[in-house]
């Protein structure tokens, strides 16, 4: 891999244990940010803000959910006016939360709310800029004019923000770049990242400093890619801003929790983040226990990680983590090489029926006595010492403990395993092709004095080691790669049992999930770094079953690393959506969940809804009462469907592209 990074450009201080971030502290309202303030949680209503009875009752469940901070949209000068009353029927319910206003496009609903609520949220590519999806070419002249222009049109509201005490979250989205941005730097975190600089350049002038950043994008990768370059670029600036966390429509239920996990926690990992929030399509309060579970992962079970005690020196850093890579290896057997990530799933604590290997998506029909098999099949059972009675459906593997391997009379699709480098130099025989082989940071050492050549074959399972396994993880497939072993790295998982790890009102309040919830967070948190920077190549799981597997799948599907289903861009909504976005997003997935591959667009308002599905093959806007746009990639194809007829219409639009097929 290339793209070794100095010194001078590390965007964290540590990538083997957890240290935070220390940012400079912003006050809002009675809940200040940043310093060495707790991780605050936030959400953000879905009501309409001019009826206020409705947005004071949800803000009053967040807040009992634990949001300590409530954004509420402010699309224009008369919803900005109706904070005032919201924020006076807070006062009288005895809820003093502090409000964050949320603008778009409109100055004028700012400069109000800022005079009212104790934070603004703007967006640098809309407030005086513009988004028409159009390339300009701008000379330095013309650019700096138009840097110029956005000065003075966003000054007023740095100085009512200085003169009121509002803090300001400069809040850039990667789907609503301005023209200009784009013009200059690409659809890249390094726009999106000088989109916000702009902004506090301004501030600065005014010497207003109690800013808030964000780098969204509903791409994990992206987003993390553009938080790591403002981390770094405020560091080398010397003033480091709190920042708030967020991976935007990140859709629903699991996809959403686990794209929100890989994104934010492989920030928290490194340290960045002073605040959270979790978007998902479904309502604001369901999405603070999700946040609350991953700060909660970094936060509390960090004291608990066990110091690394090996005697290796801590290795440089092999990637750009500015830009994906994926890491080279050398192809083993199917892992590696740049070919999708394997799943092997540990069946070795069941029972071995043929119906057993419904745990590894294969369900078998006995009338017929074949299986049927879905996209997120495993790749390889683990057997341990259990040899099947019964043939094993095509296209799966087993993986069996060496011992049992080698009295194997076939060996076609058969593979061993062993439980530590030393096992497999002193095992009396080895796959020419492909042997499994755990290994450990303790292990590690003894390795590295033998010859890589040695190990072409093998494809290293790499233990979780205490309860924030990321970080040695990293440091051990670090030392491999700055010592030339490319042999192919898989993680070993779990469902997760962190019981041990929280106190009793953390796991109350992370139950509300409900069990499998927990565990797809646990699993995406663990190791969601390893899969945004490239660096491995498949799962092991530990007692797998169904759920498991799901996870698995979603992860690498969410990474983008192994297409298997539909994937869903829904944003929310919030008080500029017009129609119930949850149920409109249960209809189209019911209908074209089995597209695998398609990126399907689900968006609350004409206004930000093209920008942030920007990545996706088709989008469903909402345009105003009773009328939804449909887009084939940025490219508007009608305009005012009638919401009876928009799935169907949707459906057309895909099948006409050639793009259908039937479920
Ligand atoms: S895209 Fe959705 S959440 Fe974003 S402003 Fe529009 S309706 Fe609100």
Request: glycine share 6%; hydrophobic share 40%; charged share 25%.
């Amino acid at each position: 891999m290339k793209g070794n990074i100095d010194s001078s450009s590390q965007y964290a201080p540590r990538h083997f244990s957890y240290q935070r971030i220390l940012s400079q502290e912003v006050h809002i309202g009675n809940s200040a940010l940043g310093g060495n303030h707790p991780i605050r949680l936030q959400s953000m209503t879905t009501t309409d803000t001019m009826d206020t009875q409705a947005t004071v009752a949800q803000t009053l469940r967040m807040v009992a959910a634990g949001s300590e901070y409530v954004r509420i949209t402010a699309p224009s000068q008369k919803e900005a006016h109706n904070l005032a009353e919201i924020k006076k029927e807070l006062k009288k319910r005895g809820c003093e939360v502090p409000l964050i206003a949320d603008i778009h496009y409109t100055p004028n609903a700012a400069e109000i709310a800022a005079r009212i609520v104790e934070k603004v949220r703007v967006n640098p590519g809309n407030y005086a800029d513009k988004k028409r999806f159009k390339t300009i070419e701008y000379t330095d002249a013309s650019y700096q004019a138009e840097i110029e222009r956005i000065h003075e049109r966003f000054s007023p509201l740095v100085k009512i923000c200085k003169e009121y005490g509002t803090a300001m979250r400069v809040g850039t989205n990667h789907g609503s770049l301005s023209d200009r941005i784009m013009s200059r730097y690409g659809d890249t975190p390094e726009g999106m990242v000088e989109s916000a600089l702009e902004f506090v350049r301004i501030c600065e002038d005014h010497n207003f400093h109690d800013i808030v950043l964000s780098m969204k994008a509903s791409n994990p990768q992206v987003m993390v890619q553009a938080y790591r370059l403002l981390m770094q670029r405020m560091q080398a600036a010397g003033r480091i801003y709190p920042t708030h966390l967020g991976v935007t429509e990140a859709g629903e239920g699991e996809d959403g929790r686990i794209k929100s996990a890989l994104g934010i926690a492989t920030l928290l990992q490194d340290g960045i983040g002073d605040t959270v929030r979790v978007s998902l399509t479904e309502e604001p309060e369901y999405e603070l226990p999700v946040a609350r579970f991953l700060v909660n992962h970094f936060v509390k079970q960090a004291p608990l990680a066990p110091a690394i005690n090996e005697p290796l020196p801590d290795p440089p850093i092999p990637i750009n983590p500015y830009a994906f890579q994926r890491r080279k290896t050398l192809a083993t057997g199917s892992f590696g090489d740049g070919q999708v990530p394997r799943v092997v799933s540990d069946l070795s604590h069941l029972e071995i029926q043929a119906s057993s290997l419904i745990e590894a998506g294969y369900t078998y029909i006995p009338a017929l006595d074949k299986y049927n098999f879905s996209d997120i099949a495993a790749d390889f059972v683990y057997l341990g010492k259990k040899v099947p009675p019964y043939e094993l459906p095509g296209g799966l593997s087993a993986v069996f403990d060496v011992d049992t391997w080698e009295l194997l009379k076939d060996r076609n699709r058969a593979f061993p395993y062993f439980s530590s480098p030393a096992a497999f130099v002193a095992a009396t025989s080895q796959s020419e092709m492909l042997n499994f082989v755990a290994l450990n940071s303790q292990q590690l050492p003894p390795l590295l004095e033998q010859n890589p050549k040695d190990f072409e074959t093998c494809v290293w399972i790499l233990e979780a080691e205490g309860c924030l396994p990321a970080h040695s993880w990293r440091r051990l497939l670090y030392t491999l790669e700055g010592k030339g072993w490319k042999q192919p790295v898989i993680l070993r998982v779990d469902k997760g049992e962190t019981a041990n790890y929280y106190s009793d009102q953390d796991l109350a309040e992370h139950l509300r999930m409900g069990e499998e919830a927990q565990s797809q967070l646990h699993v995406s948190a663990s190791c969601a770094t390893l899969w945004v920077d490239g660096l491995v190549d498949g799962f092991w799981l530990e007692k797998a079953d169904a759920s498991l597997l799901r996870t698995a799948f979603g992860i690498l599907q969410l990474a983008r690393m192994r297409i298997t289903k539909t994937e869903y861009i829904s944003c929310p909504s919030c008080g500029r959506t017009l129609f119930d976005l949850q149920e409109t997003t249960a209809k189209i997935r019911k209908r074209t969940e089995h597209l695998k591959g398609v990126k399907i667009g689900i968006m609350g308002c004409i206004v930000n809804g093209p920008g942030e599905m920007a990545d996706a093959d088709y989008g469903y806007v909402g345009v105003g009462v009773d009328k939804i746009a449909l887009y084939r990639g940025q490219e508007v194809v009608t305009r005012a469907v009638p919401p009876a007829q928009a799935v169907d219409a949707l459906i057309d639009l895909i099948r006409q592209d050639g793009n259908w097929v039937e479920p």
